[in-house]
């Protein structure tokens, strides 16, 4: 069973109070090292949510490394499924990374159609790849050259030495 997030940050707040009393300090004290509000303080080790931030500014007026916090292992499972249509581009920007960096597909020049037939989708999704590709040549994994109004992609040779 999935630990609830509001249950974790109570611990958390717990952790933060009981560092905070065994150095003698009161909450203005830390509000004071920190620039956050008392209430701001007080909130955060009821557990009631801060951003990274704020944590990190507590941590460091307690001289406390966060790492300490997490002693145990968070069940991190997901609340919510990925929608099917970032499912979708995720699949296809892993197939695609695979093609350039892992084969030789690209020793050879190759135009948009082709690696839509090497990764089986069809014509519908072309701009969507000459925009990934073109994203690669930024990278420096790929450079082009163009024909007319056809770009041909191809692995893109280190410098020599």
Request: with cysteine; glycine share 4%.
């Amino acid at each position: 069973m999935t630990e609830s997030n509001k249950l974790i940050l109570r611990k958390l707040g717990g952790l933060l109070r009981s560092r905070r009393e065994y150095l003698s300090y009161s909450q203005r004290d830390v509000a004071s090292m920190t620039g956050l509000t008392m209430t701001t303080i007080a909130a955060m080790e009821r557990g009631s949510g801060s951003t990274m931030h704020n944590f990190l500014l507590v941590c460091r007026a307690l001289n406390f490394q966060p790492r300490k916090f997490f002693s145990e292992d968070i069940d991190l499972t997901p609340l919510y499924n990925i929608s099917p249509q970032a499912k979708s581009r995720i699949d296809l920007r892993t197939k695609l990374d695979r093609l350039v960096s892992e084969s030789d597909f690209f020793t050879t020049p190759r135009r948009v159609s082709e690696v839509l037939e090497e990764l089986d989708y069809d014509t519908s999704v072309s701009n969507k790849f000459s925009v990934y590709l073109t994203a690669y040549c930024r990278e420096g994994e790929l450079e082009y050259f163009k024909t007319g109004n056809v770009k041909r992609y191809i692995k893109n040779k280190p410098p020599s030495k």
